[in-house]
């Protein structure tokens, strides 16, 4: 089914090396949201787009984190100068919007920085 | 500062018995709360959620309690099956009516044993 797809699958970089990730959400679903799950720990929230309105960026650990949407469409996640301590798993999710809670996941990247 | 808490990192159940997975919160702006389920290499997927306005939802084996005075909830799940041993998250949005970024707890692993 057509359900969020997000690129690579799995990321190893070297520490202090820019990354760029890739979350392509379902079509028509004008909510897109990005999360990390690091080791033993739950998913932590980190941007949300709803459409045209300024993107909520209050998850944001650091300013070496930035992602783009365009439109309603594809949206990458941009990780620069990697730390040891961004290793996680990268999700995306994607939902209608408005009143919809229902967030439909990706399978996630999984980054590792040595 | 954990805003929704799954105080178990584990729990095994017999198969054909109960299982309730517990979760707090402390944000009383919460207003609606959705548990999501979780297989190894894949995002989570969405299993069942709960207005504030209710105390209970039921959907099949799977029934979400909602206590808010006590502001705790409760997944059941019954008869536990075997395919049911993922790890749970369960999820809260203070949203205005809108779709809103989701706070997550950190996860349930129930094992669900023969």
């Known amino acids: 089914g057509a359900g969020v797809s997000q690129s690579p699958s799995n990321k190893v970089t070297e520490k202090g090396k820019d990354v760029e990730l890739r979350c392509d959400p379902i079509?028509?679903?004008?909510?897109l949201y990005w999360y990390r799950q690091r080791l033993g720990q739950g998913l932590e929230f980190l941007i949300y787009?709803?459409?045209?309105?300024?993107?909520?960026k209050s998850g944001l650990p650091s300013d070496r984190f930035s992602a783009e949407r365009t439109g309603e469409s594809v949206s990458t996640l941009t990780i620069q100068r990697t730390q040891q301590e961004d290793s996680a798993v990268y999700l995306c999710?994607?939902?209608?919007?408005?009143?919809?809670?229902?967030?439909?996941f990706g399978p996630g990247t999984r980054l590792t920085v040595t | 500062d954990q805003q929704v808490k799954q105080n178990s990192p584990s729990l095994s159940v017999q198969e054909g018995r109960i299982s309730i997975l517990n979760c707090d919160y402390t944000n009383s702006m919460f207003d609606y709360f959705l548990w999501y389920k979780k297989y190894p290499a894949e995002g989570p997927t969405f299993l069942i959620s709960?207005?504030?306005?209710?105390d209970k939802n039921e959907d099949g084996r799977f029934t979400v309690f909602l206590n808010k005075s006590a502001k705790h909830l409760s997944l059941h799940i019954v008869p536990s099956q075997p395919g049911d041993s993922a790890v749970y998250f369960c999820?809260?949005?203070?949203?205005?009516?809108?779709?809103?970024?989701?706070?997550f707890g950190t996860g349930t692993r129930l094992q669900v044993t023969l």
């Open positions: 709960i207005s504030s306005i209710k």
């Open positions: 999710a994607s939902s209608l919007g408005g009143v919809s809670y229902e967030q439909y």
């Open positions: 079509s028509g679903h004008t909510a």
């Open positions: 787009f709803q459409g045209n309105s300024a993107p909520d």
């Open positions: 999820a809260a949005s203070a949203g205005p009516g809108t779709a809103s970024k989701l706070t």
